[in-house]
């Protein structure tokens, strides 16, 4: 038997949303797993890169044996039904790039958990899925809009449990990514941030978490200009970005810019924005870009609204994102 997932991109925390916003995007990461024919011949992973953006040295970095978080997910969902992976082939079709901060490896747990859980006659639903991946990736803001699709604010529970909710997003808000040539491990940037942070630094984001659902609900740019704004992790990640700050100044000066703010962990800068001025964006970020000898790909995208979905037909594997 052979099974196929596709899975979006996510953008994870959204300005205030630190750990617990996240929303999907339209470009996709395919996963498969098939029962070998040859008993004893062992797991194999193999990875295809479906994207010229996608650097081959950073995927041959990529574990390839048990320690992978596909073969992790893999045995997670196996051992729900008391058994190990054996004799699986998985294919990983990778069109997100890698360590940009849009839920690459979030978009592998899922699809080789669904696919498993396929392949296992479904012994796992959906509030098990996104508590296993969530164990595996730590955080809920990629998984959730990865399995569900859409804009979410998600939260974990003591016992392990995802609560989940989904918000809309405006139809004709934009979302420009600004992905640089350069990687950034999410590991790393999560070492520089406080185990504490001071108490006026929570409640500026929880201010504007909630000017942030308002806004999305009310589709007001106006309030979602004052709801783009972090102090629990973007300042301590600074450093692994330059010229963040002054994209962040010179997109203030557009009225029809109501944020910008890092998707995930960086190194990807999202720009929010309604409007027709897209070509003006994307020039201001070049030029900033330009001054620090930064290289990158500039996309706008719609929000993608499903989430990961098992495959039946070969037509459906669209792999590129879709440029407003
Ligand atoms: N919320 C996580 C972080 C996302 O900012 O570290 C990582 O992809």
Known sequence: MKVSVKVPATSANLGPGFDCLGLALPIYNIITIEEKVLPG???EINIIVNNKNIDEASVNQLPMDENSIAYKSVEMLYSLTGQ????LKMTIETNIPIARGMGSS???IVGSLMA???LLSNPADEAAILSIATEIEKHPDNIVPAVVGGLVASSIEDDGSVFYHKLEWPDDW???????DFELQTEIARSVL????PMHDATFNAMRMGMFIEAVKNKDTELMKYALHDKLHQPYRM?????????QQSLKELD???GCVLSGAGPTILVISHGNNIDEIKQRVRGCWDAVNINGEIITTKIEHEGAKLLDSHSERINSPQIV
């Open 41 to 43: 011949s062992g797991n």
């Open 84 to 87: 190990v992976p054996t004799d």
């Open 106 to 108: 979030a978009s592998v």
């Open 116 to 118: 498993a859980n396929a």
């Open 174 to 180: 934009h979302i420009t990514l600004c992905i640089p």
């Open 194 to 197: 406080p185990k504490d942070v």
């Open 239 to 247: 450093k692994f970005l330059p010229a963040f700050e002054e994209i």
């Open 256 to 258: 029809n810019v109501m």
